[in-house]
């Protein structure tokens, strides 16, 4: 093993506790020291292994240790890592062209970027350059497109959605305006209404703000397929077709953020998934296979960037990110993984369900492909959210050894996102602890 290494891997928690001194971290959820994984599970400081349903923050599609990916990285290492984003190479002609191949319709240009905030912006850069007398944009309720302050701007953190205001109210003075119309919740309809005669109030809702409630013409409308962090939000077909033509209708670009749904609901992209396709795509997260890189992938109607500093990142064409993507792709066409997500997601819906019957504080089960959100409710009658019993449900899975996720804007949602390549006894262990889990909060 390399020296660095030994010396990093043999750190002891008297090590540990003296460099957290030095470390600053501005958000997320608190968990274990982890040192290593491989498939479905990692393995903390103390030899303690735990199942991950969350793929490390929704991005370890094919699990931990792949050893395809590694080789491929190793070999591609010593020949180049870093390449200044205005020299072509060829990791990122290949994976430009094998996006444009995978996405549906005329959306065949890539750009890629560092992050998912950042290419979230990339895409509100191309809505204004294409509606040039345009600057306002919409954003659903509970989104969720970034901390970076335009993307902030249009999430739920900017909000008093989960109750109380985040730490982004300390940025109130850079973020931008961003309307924002309801979002298509289903189990807790804004307007009473039922699934089977419901009149779409919330796509109308969007029309009305487009007529009414905005300076000038807006320039995009920022939609996530499945609201994540709103709380694995499904939204409904209709619906989208509806916001489609709404759309259409006042010259508004539709722009998918799917940072989380690309693969995980068993399409390459929810717009196939659906039907229904936008202008604009957005990725990040699960798409470099562990590696950060985003992009967004732009219809042929639309002007592109102009190489006049219109978007530019020193890490832009990281061409180690790019190949593991490329590769990443490879092994899910070989390998079926696509076909597994959907199968082995429906599998665990299934027995969610009759979960559902021994504890109906399971209020809802929302799951499209390993896109898995359960909501806890204190009631079936009045559907008062039980926050406080999925956080203690959340941390006896940890105890037990699963790594669940909560909902952002509501924490009453364990949301419950494993690496693709999850098999059918691995996901009958998740469902095991998570009965455990369950009796030890609500039964004791």
Partial sequence: ?????????????????????????????????????????????????????????????????????????????????????????????????????????????????????????????????????????????????????????????????????????NFLHMLHTVHRVPNPYCYRCYFGQQPDTCDLMCAEMLRLTLQRGVNGPAAGLLVE???????????????????????????????????????????????????VYPDIIVLGKGLGGGLPIAAIIIDDKLESFGMDVEELHTFANNSLAQVAAAKQIEIIERDGVLENTR??????????????????????????????GVEFIQDPKTKEPAVDKCVQIRDEGMKLGAIFGLGGARRNVLKIKPPLILKLDEADEILDILRQAIRRVLRS
């Fill in 1 to 169: 093993m390399d020296s660095l290494l030994q010396k990093i891997y043999r750190m002891t928690r008297n090590d540990i506790v003296e460099a957290r001194k030095h470390l600053v971290v501005g958000g997320g959820t608190p968990g274990p020291t982890l040192v290593r994984g491989k498939g479905v599970r990692v393995w903390d400081v103390d030899g303690k292994s735990y199942i991950d349903c969350t793929s490390q923050s929704w991005a370890m599609y094919l699990g931990f240790g792949n050893e395809e990916i590694a080789e491929a990285l190793y070999e591609h290492s010593k020949n180049m890592t870093h390449i200044h984003q205005g020299f072509d190479s060829l990791p990122r002609f290949y994976l430009a062209r094998e996006l444009a191949k995978l996405a549906p319709g005329t959306l065949n240009r890539v750009s890629f970027t560092v992050g998912g905030g950042p290419a979230i912006e990339a895409a509100m850069k191309i809505a204004l350059r294409n509606r040039k007398t345009s600057k306002e944009f919409i954003a659903l309720w509970d989104a969720y497109h970034g901390t970076i302050l335009s993307a902030a701007s249009a999430s739920w953190i900017a909000t008093q959605a989960s109750g109380r205001f985040t730490g982004q109210q």
């Fill in 225 to 275: 397929p499945v609201q994540a962090s709103g709380g694995q939000i499904i939204l409904p077909k209709r619906y989208l077709e509806r916001v489609r033509q709404i759309c259409n209708e006042f010259g508004v670009l539709l722009i998918y953020d799917e940072i989380q749904t690309y693969c995980r609901i068993g399409e390459w992209f929810a717009a196939i998934h659906y039907g």
């Fill in 343 to 372: 199968r082995v997601g429906a599998y665990l819906a299934e027995h969610l369900q009759s979960l559902q019957q021994e504890f109906p504080e399971i209020g809802d089960i929302r799951q499209v492909g390993l896109h898995i």
